[in-house]
């Protein structure tokens, strides 16, 4: 309590680091309902972006099921193929996607094949990466109260069921999961 609610925050000075040196990432399940590519029924996706600390442009980024190693990778691979760059640093939590034996083996991991040294925040501590949850923060607040079946945290009980049954209903035109992607690559394009 005492970290996350009196301790002082301190804001780290971005500006000792080089375009391109340290990458954080994080994955946001988005508060969009959309239809599921393979059966049409409503889900939420997991969207993955890795950030650029010093220049704060989203670098990559992967719409998926859930958060886990592939769509990590995937969103990380899409970072280093668009900008031809592989970070020496990765900051992120100690989630399941990020800290796993794919990734993270000192071996065979893919941290150790390409070089890069990841840096994981404390387990509870949003703090630790503001830059990606503002990110995602501004990212609901731009886009995805544009959909109908926008189901955020400004949403009360009574409205998120009230949503649900015109879902199940279906009043409720769900985007198909291409027009959400395109929506939020066009997002990203216009906030980079």
Not at 11 to 23: H, I, P, Q
Not at 102 to 130: C, Q, V, W
Not at 172 to 178: A, G, K, R, T, Y
Request: overall charge neutral; charged content about 25%.
């Amino acid at each position: 309590y005492y970290a996350q609610n009196i301790r002082p925050h301190v804001v780290r000075d971005s500006t000792v680091l080089a375009v391109g040196e340290c990458y954080e990432g994080d994955g946001h399940t988005c508060d969009v309902y959309v239809q599921h590519p393979a059966t049409g029924t409503p889900f939420r996706p997991e969207l993955t972006v890795w950030i650029d600390i010093r220049s704060q442009r989203v670098t990559g980024w992967w719409l998926g099921e859930t958060e886990n190693s592939i769509d990590v990778l995937y969103a990380l691979s899409s970072a280093i193929r668009e900008h031809d760059h592989v970070p020496a640093l990765l900051h992120t939590d100690p989630g399941s996607g990020y800290v796993n034996k794919m990734m993270a083996d000192e071996a065979l991991g893919f941290y150790a094949r390409l070089s890069i040294h990841p840096i994981k925040t404390l387990p509870g501590n949003a703090r630790g990466k503001g830059l990606t949850e503002g990110w995602f923060r501004w990212f609901e607040e731009r886009l995805g109260k544009r959909f109908a079946s926008y189901c955020g945290h400004c949403r009360t009980d009574d409205q998120l069921s009230r949503m649900r049954a015109k879902l199940r209903r279906g009043e409720i035109e769900l985007p198909s999961f291409l027009q959400y992607r395109d929506a939020v690559a066009s997002y990203v394009a216009a906030y980079n």
